[in-house]
């Protein structure tokens, strides 16, 4: 049971670069979610969406990019990547954006923009 | 606007004893659900507890418990029996169905179990 894949696990850009994190989930899940962990913070929701072809924008969505073609993958684009985008960033699903529904995750993808 | 604190931001614990970390919330949303996830070094999130605003009883889930004070507008959970591998970030977060899905989280207490 795979769950949430998320890849690369780790990736270094150059300031202005750009790139795609992957995310795919095998749950059947209709809520599918980008969150960005930066030290000393609790996460932050950079985009979300509740099912295919239907995404928005959470506190943090500047410098990215979503789209959900499909239920199961749910991509993350860096336009042109920035220092301040360093971070550690996390896929999440869950079958419902219900206020009980737990989030399950994928392992992390640690970027980091020189 | 919906808010989580977490207070405590490192907790040293001796292993066997229970440990209590502290999550406060702020929303003005009757409907409400509050999560603890903890994060080891490996870095994957874990999901340890929920409980709904509705719910009658505080929630329980092996070692751990939800200490819930609505009144308080606060939700400690408790570790009973503290083991080594307990050593690890722990997330309080709260869903708020007004606030479009998101789940908004704490800073995190860093716990770690002497042993």
């Known amino acids: 049971n795979a769950g949430v894949t998320q890849t690369p696990k780790f990736q270094v850009l150059k300031t202005g670069q750009s790139m795609t994190l992957q995310c795919a989930q095998d749950?059947?899940?209709?809520?599918m979610s980008w969150y960005r962990q930066d030290p000393g913070m609790g996460l932050r929701l950079i985009h979300y969406?509740?099912?295919?072809?239907?995404?928005d924008q959470g506190e943090v969505p500047n410098g990215y990019n979503v789209s959900r073609s499909t239920t199961e993958d749910f991509p993350l684009r860096l336009l042109s990547a920035a220092p301040s985008q360093t971070s550690v960033y996390f896929c999440?699903?869950?079958?419902?954006?219900?206020?009980?529904?737990?989030?399950?995750f994928g392992s992390g993808t640690q970027l980091s923009v020189l | 606007a919906q808010k989580i604190t977490q207070t405590q931001p490192g907790m040293f614990v001796q292993e066997k004893e229970a440990v209590t970390l502290d999550c406060t919330y702020d929303?003005?949303?009757?409907?409400?659900?509050l999560f603890w996830y903890k994060q080891p070094s490996s870095g994957e999130m874990i999901f340890l507890i929920y409980q709904g605003s509705y719910d009658q009883q505080n929630a329980t889930e092996g070692r751990y418990s939800l200490n819930f004070q609505k009144a308080r507008k606060s939700a400690n959970l408790v570790i009973s029996a503290s083991q080594l591998g307990d050593s690890a970030m722990y997330f309080c977060a709260m869903r708020d169905t007004d606030s479009n899905y998101q789940l908004i989280w704490g800073a995190g207490t860093k716990l770690i179990i002497k042993p």
């Open positions: 749950m059947n899940h209709e809520y």
């Open positions: 969406s509740v099912g295919a072809g239907i995404t």
């Open positions: 999440a699903s869950s079958y419902s954006p219900g206020r009980g529904e737990k989030l399950f």
């Open positions: 929303t003005s949303d009757p409907s409400y659900g």
